[in-house]
């Protein structure tokens, strides 16, 4: 009986060192662990010998199958191993860095520029709201101290609606539902489309994108507005720039401001870009009107703010070098292709 568990134990390590697969291997579990293998029937026989010989025989059969059943769980994780390793050799490999050429779509130059701004603004503590595009009367004009019949509305040749409403054409519609909604102090943006019935050329469109900004608190004055301004275009284009203010008629601020920059490109030396005048006419501004602010529920005696209304569609064109406003909104891809940030 010794003989006989020496010899199986010597056979399965054998049979063990030759498999090189799952099946085999389970072939061999059934054959020396299954219920009708090797050890069962080895200590079947126990009952035939004696009993001093019977505990040792027993102690011994039972050391094999422990044995046995241990080399097949290591061997198990080893084949599986291997079999892993082969299956991943064989896969095709795919190389995630090999540049595709398939057309994938990107941003439009105008809405880069403008999460650019607003990453910007958040960071100044600005909220960004929304705005209609179909507005109304009183929003687009009377709340913005721009009453019936006053000329500064000849200056925004308007889309009306037969229903008495209209396409907004400033994003300044926004500047009173903001105010009722939050009340001061308040800083807040509104990027928005516009839309003026404009004779067309390489600076006007119909449909174009202004953002508006409001700052309301005590005691705001140019100073701010004129740090704002600065911080935001130095980020913009990426150095610092010099701005200067100029008066500017808007009804809706008092007093009022053109705010221009010093040429980024050719440093107020007078390139293509700004026509040879070495400055560039970027954003009307001003500190709010009181009527404004009254008309929006807060009181011009204690608050005082500064507004200003960007035009985002003019910024893209500046950033991205383009010299005709209306390759924005023209659809061209080919054109928008070369705009695209990667
Ligand atoms: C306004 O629309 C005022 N609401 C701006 C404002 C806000 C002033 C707050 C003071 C305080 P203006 O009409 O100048 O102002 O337009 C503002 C900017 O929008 C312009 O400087 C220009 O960049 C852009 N813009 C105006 N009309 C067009 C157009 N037809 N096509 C493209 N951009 C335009």
Redesign the pocket.
């Known amino acids: 009986m010794e003989d006989k568990i020496k010899n199986l134990k010597e056979n399965a390590n054998r049979i063990l060192n030759e498999i090189t697969s799952t099946q085999e291997l389970e072939k061999l579990r059934v054959e020396y662990l299954g219920k009708k293998g090797e050890i069962v029937e080895l200590l079947k026989g126990l009952k035939d010998i004696d009993k001093e010989k019977r505990k040792k025989i027993g102690e011994s059969a039972n050391k094999l199958r422990d044995y046995i059943n241990e080399k097949i769980e290591k061997k198990k994780i080893e084949l599986k191993e291997k079999e892993y390793e082969l299956k991943i050799n064989s896969t095709k490999h795919v190389d995630l860095t090999v540049p595709i050429n398939i057309n994938v779509g990107s941003l439009h130059p105008i809405t880069i520029v403008q999460k650019e701004l607003e990453d910007i603004f958040t960071s100044m503590g600005f909220t960004v709201e929304d705005g209609n595009e179909v507005e109304t009367e009183y929003n687009n004009f009377e709340a913005?101290n721009v009453p019936k019949f006053h000329p500064a509305r000849d200056?925004?040749d308007t889309f009306w609606l037969e229903n008495g409403q209209l396409l907004k054409?400033?994003?300044?519609a926004a500047?009173n539902k903001i105010m009722r909604k939050y009340g001061a102090p308040l800083k807040a943006i509104f990027p928005g489309r516009?839309f003026?019935n404009?004779a067309l050329d390489a600076?006007?469109?119909?449909t174009?994108?202004?953002m508006?900004g409001?700052m309301i608190d005590e005691n705001v004055s140019i100073s701010n507005l004129i740090y704002f301004m600065k911080s935001l275009l130095s980020e913009i284009f990426k150095k610092d720039v010099t701005v200067r203010l100029r008066p500017?008629f808007?009804p809706?601020?008092e007093p009022?401001f053109?705010l221009d920059i010093k040429c980024p490109y050719c440093d107020g030396v007078g390139c293509k870009v700004c026509k040879h005048g070495g400055w560039i006419?970027?954003?009307?501004?001003?500190m709010?009107h009181p009527n404004v602010l009254k008309m929006g529920e807060i009181d011009p005696n204690k608050y005082s703010g500064f507004?200003?209304?960007?035009?985002?569609?003019?910024?893209a064109m500046m950033k991205f070098g383009i010299d005709d406003?209306r390759l924005l909104n023209g659809g061209n891809l080919k054109v928008l292709k070369q705009m695209r940030i990667k």
């Open positions: 913005v200056m925004q054409t400033q994003t300044s500047q516009c003026r404009e600076s006007h469109e119909n174009f994108f202004q508006e409001m500017g808007f809706f601020v009022g053109e006419e970027l954003c009307p501004c001003g709010i507004a200003f209304g960007l035009g985002l569609s003019r910024l406003l």
